[in-house]
């Protein structure tokens, strides 16, 4: 009797590590046959996460996007709108709402040349870290600052340095704003004199339909926006807005 229970109990363990490699080996097998699939938003909670490409498929575009804060250099912003004008492309600004209140004139040039305006927070902080009341209070003083001077809604938020938290989210999401980063990074920040780092940098980026690439105003960013933009007509896209991607 003693023996039987023993061997029940050995034929139950058995049976359950059985199953447990039939289950590793299914994944394997699984991984294997879908290891070159790229994820795509639709896998994903998108209300939990921000946009880094576009969601049109096959728009045609790739979206350039300005961010502009106090302390970047104004100046540039003008040089910027020049390139743009000559080279016929309308982009998305994403300004913060402090920017916007002491910049109210050239903010209304922006809009005036056809350019779209974004919500890039009313200060420069890290959004991760505040609270949702916090990031609430921020992404909604600047939306009223901006629209107030624009006289039009703003669909785009992006949060400072790309810095989106839960809070962050939530609270874009409540005020009907889409979220979104990039996949291509100038890093002119880093190079504010050295247009042709930025050049090669672009270069090297996989650059694709619904692409978004993140810029600042910079000398360099005046200096080699047209070889950005030539990088991706040369790909037989066109440079434009995020709404041309979304």
């Known amino acids: ?56 498929k096959n728009s045609g575009y790739v979206a350039l996007t300005c961010n502009v804060d106090l302390g970047w250099e104004t100046e540039y912003v003008q040089g910027i709108l020049d390139v743009l004008k000559k080279e016929d492309v309308k982009i998305t600004f994403n300004v913060t709402g402090r ?90 920040w880093n190079n504010r004199k050295e247009p042709e780092v930025i050049i090669e940098r672009v270069k090297k980026k996989d650059i694709k339909d619904g692409s978004i690439v993140l810029m600042h105003p910079t000398y360099a960013t005046t200096q080699c926006l047209d070889d950005i933009i030539q990088i991706i007509r040369d790909k037989g896209l066109k440079p434009g807005m995020l709404s041309n991607i979304f």
Do not use: C
């Not at 034929?11 to 359950?16: C, E």
């Not at 699939?37 to 490409?53: C, G, I, R, S, V």
């Not at 624009?150 to 992006?158: C, D, G, S």
């Open 99 to 188: 920017w916007a209140e002491k910049n109210q004139e050239m903010l209304l040039k922006i809009k005036s040349e056809g350019h779209e305006i974004g919500n890039h927070g009313h200060r420069h902080l890290d959004y991760a870290k505040l609270s949702y009341e916090e990031n609430l209070e921020q992404i909604k003083t600047s939306k009223k600052i901006i629209e107030d001077i624009i006289n039009e809604e703003t669909k785009f938020f992006q949060a400072p340095a790309g810095s989106f938290g839960e809070g962050t989210m939530k609270a874009a999401n409540e005020l009907g704003y889409t979220s979104i980063k990039w996949d291509v990074d100038t890093i002119d």
């Open 1 to 56: 009797m003693i023996m039987m229970v023993l061997n029940k109990s050995k034929l139950k363990k058995i049976i359950m590590w059985v199953l447990v490699l039939v289950a590793l080996l299914s994944s394997a097998i699984f991984f294997m046959k879908n290891k070159g699939t790229k994820p795509t938003f639709e896998l994903f909670d998108q209300a939990n996460l921000p946009y880094t490409q576009g969601t049109k």
